[in-house]
């Protein structure tokens, strides 16, 4: 790759590493559902420019929904007090779930890397069950796992995809996105609430959510689309290794996140079963995880 590519490749994982960062800090002034609901509609604004992916209809909106199920579980999550760092952890392993759900439903035979990959992340994440229970509830770690789930089954949908500029298909899913969360929005917070969270955002929260919706999903989609273009997954995709190391280390710093041996020994087990994964398995990866 070239440097100025590296160097994008690089960038783009920082952002998207600092996304969990960013979303806890906006989850002090706003709902799971409102921070949200305003991070789609700013994502949505190249709409206004941009034409409608030749895709078909069920597939965006397909799309849409689950990234819609994705992101509400796991801000969900980490406003229920799931650390951010290991929420970073948590939905990168959407690799383990896409490899299992494709051979499931699509009868793609795994190779013996990724299946040592997901038998590794898998004990990683059995390690990290065994923490549960002290800092955040069992019932905030299991909505949180699904965020993977959707986003393994978003990357199936987006295998439909090939051709289509990430850019313009990002804002329409993003447009897609905004009825059902505003219907989430206003079933859980109520509309005089939404006004006035809305209304009421410190510079700080509005800069965090900028940096979401223009930098993690708008600009972050585009260059990593435009990576995979121009190089091989194989070349791009490990990249996505450094957002889940990113993600805890920032979140260590700006919140004082600690993690026990246990949970630590797991979240790096989880990581190492995904670079097993993404390294040295042959079958052709997926889009990486964004907060």
Same mark, same amino acid.
């Given at each position: 790759?070239?440097?100025?590519?590296?160097?994008?490749?690089?960038?783009?994982?920082?952002?998207?590493?600092? =996304?969990?960062?960013?979303?806890?800090?906006?989850?002090?002034?706003?709902?799971?559902?409102?921070?949200?609901?305003?991070?789609?509609?700013?994502?949505?604004?190249?709409?206004?420019?941009? @034409? *409608?992916?030749?895709?078909?209809?069920?597939?965006?909106?397909?799309?849409?929904?689950?990234?819609?199920?994705?992101?509400?579980?796991?801000?969900?999550?980490?406003?229920?007090?799931?650390?951010?760092?290991?929420?970073?952890?948590?939905? $990168?392993? $959407?690799?383990?779930?896409?490899?299992?759900?494709?051979? &499931?439903?699509?009868?793609?035979?795994?190779?013996?890397?990724?299946?040592? %990959?997901? =038998?590794?992340?898998?004990?990683?994440?059995?390690?990290?069950?065994?923490?549960? %229970?002290?800092?955040?509830?069992?019932?905030?770690?299991?909505?949180?796992?699904?965020? /993977?789930?959707?986003?393994?089954?978003?990357?199936?949908?987006?295998?439909?995809?090939?051709?289509? @500029?990430?850019?313009? &298909?990002?804002?329409?899913?993003?447009?897609?996105?905004?009825?059902?969360?505003?219907?989430?929005?206003?079933?859980?917070?109520?509309? @005089?609430?939404?006004? $006035?969270?809305?209304?009421?955002?410190? /510079?700080?929260?509005?800069?965090?959510?900028?940096?979401?919706?223009? =930098?993690?999903?708008?600009?972050?989609?585009?260059?990593?689309?435009?990576?995979?273009?121009?190089?091989?997954?194989? $070349?791009?995709?490990?990249?996505? &290794?450094?957002?889940?190391?990113? %993600?805890?280390?920032?979140?260590?710093?700006?919140?004082?996140?600690?993690?026990?041996?246990? *949970?630590?020994?797991?979240?790096?087990?989880?990581?190492?079963?995904?670079?097993?994964?993404?390294?040295?398995? *042959?079958?052709?990866?997926? &889009?990486?995880?964004?907060?």
């Amino acid at each position: 790759m070239k440097p100025a590519d590296i160097a994008l490749a690089l960038l783009i994982a920082l952002i998207w590493g600092l =996304g969990f960062v960013f979303t806890r800090y906006a989850l002090t002034e706003m709902s799971p559902t409102v921070l949200n609901l305003l991070r789609f509609a700013i994502s949505a604004l190249p709409c206004l420019v941009l @034409p *409608r992916p030749k895709l078909a209809l069920p597939v965006w909106t397909g799309i849409s929904f689950l990234l819609v199920w994705q992101y509400l579980t796991q801000s969900w999550g980490i406003a229920q007090g799931v650390p951010a760092g290991l929420t970073a952890v948590i939905v $990168q392993s $959407q690799a383990l779930f896409t490899i299992a759900f494709a051979a &499931l439903l699509l009868n793609e035979r795994p190779t013996r890397a990724q299946l040592t %990959g997901i =038998g590794v992340a898998a004990c990683g994440l059995l390690m990290i069950c065994f923490t549960v %229970g002290y800092d955040f509830s069992a019932a905030a770690f299991g909505v949180t796992m699904t965020a /993977p789930i959707a986003f393994a089954f978003s990357n199936l949908l987006l295998r439909r995809a090939q051709g289509v @500029p990430m850019l313009d &298909l990002f804002a329409w899913i993003s447009a897609a996105s905004l009825p059902p969360l505003a219907l989430a929005a206003w079933v859980t917070d109520g509309g @005089p609430a939404i006004w $006035q969270q809305l209304t009421h955002l410190s /510079p700080g929260v509005m800069a965090a959510m900028l940096s979401l919706s223009i =930098g993690s999903t708008t600009i972050g989609y585009w260059i990593w689309g435009r990576l995979l273009h121009a190089y091989s997954a194989a $070349q791009v995709v490990p990249f996505a &290794l450094l957002v889940p190391f990113i %993600g805890a280390a920032a979140s260590s710093l700006a919140f004082g996140e600690t993690f026990g041996p246990l *949970r630590l020994a797991g979240m790096l087990i989880v990581v190492a079963g995904l670079a097993i994964m993404l390294l040295f398995g *042959r079958a052709k990866p997926e &889009l990486p995880e964004t907060a």
